[in-house]
Nanobody
């Protein structure tokens, strides 16, 4: 059983930055691709970014150039650095590894 625990969400002004973290309870995650999703009120959950076992990354068009996904296999953690945040980035952000999901962390971008 793998547990994923996200942290780092909060309230930030437009143009600001946040760094999300997702810590896995098991080091098996090093064998999996990892991803961040988000879900805004009234919207479907959408893919934000993925990172493969080897470190290759993929981003949604809406966050390209602003967000960076990275992973630390030693600490079984994946990160999402979010810069130049916009109100449209407001959502609950979820960490995903294979069939496992974190509980989500709220990100609110507002002045």
């Amino acid at each position: 059983q793998v547990q994923l625990v996200e942290s780092g969400g909060g309230l930030v002004q437009p143009g600001g930055s946040l760094r999300l973290s997702c810590a896995a309870s098991s080091n098996i995650f090093i064998f999996y691709n990892m991803a961040w999703y988000r879900q805004a009120p009234g919207n479907q959950r959408e893919l934000v970014a993925t990172i493969t076992k080897g470190g290759s990354t993929l981003y949604a068009d809406s966050v390209k150039g602003r967000f960076t996904i990275s992973r630390d296999n030693t600490n079984s953690t994946v990160y999402l650095q979010m810069n130049t945040l916009k109100p449209d980035d407001t959502a609950v952000y979820y960490c995903n590894v294979d069939k496992w999901w974190g509980q989500g962390t709220q990100v609110t971008v507002s002045s």
